[in-house]
Nanobody, 124 residues
Framework: QVQLVESGGGLVQPGDSLRLSCRAS????????VGWFRQAAGKEREGVSC????????YYEASVKGRFTISRDPVNNTLHLQMNSLTPEDTAVYYC?????????????????WGKGTAVTVAS
């Protein structure tokens, strides 16, 4: 059974860091295109960072470039998102997702499997 379980969210202050994790089971994460998405209250879901499974090209949404880092941990079959210099605009529910085949250079709109999300709140 394919399952994605996110963890690591919480309440932090502006300027702080968080590391989100997404533990995969039922499949090998390294074989899939992977990504982190977020949805803020009242807004549409957006792709934050994705890695394709053609050449591991990594995409970052403009507002997080230089602050967030996506990475795979093949030993633990886990996806991470290191988030630094957080701002209130980063407040959202963060979801990890995977797609069996994606060769593009952004975040695909349609993913095959989704986690249930972890909430991140940045406030002083």
């Amino acid at each position: 059974q394919v399952q994605l379980v996110e963890s690591g969210g919480g309440l932090v202050q502006p300027g702080d860091s968080l590391r989100l994790s997404c533990r995969a089971s039922g499949f090998t994460l390294a074989d899939y295109a992977v990504g982190w998405f977020r949805q803020a209250a009242g807004k549409e879901r957006e792709g934050v960072s994705c890695i394709n499974n053609l050449n591991d090209y990594t995409y970052y949404e403009a507002s997080v470039k230089g602050r967030f880092t996506i990475s795979r941990d093949p030993v633990n079959n886990t996806l991470h998102l290191q988030m630094n210099s957080l701002t209130p605009e980063d407040t959202a529910v963060y979801y990890c997702a995977v797609k069996e085949r994606y060769y593009g250079g952004t975040c695909p709109f349609a993913m095959d499997y989704w986690g249930k999300g972890t909430a991140v709140t940045v406030a002083s």
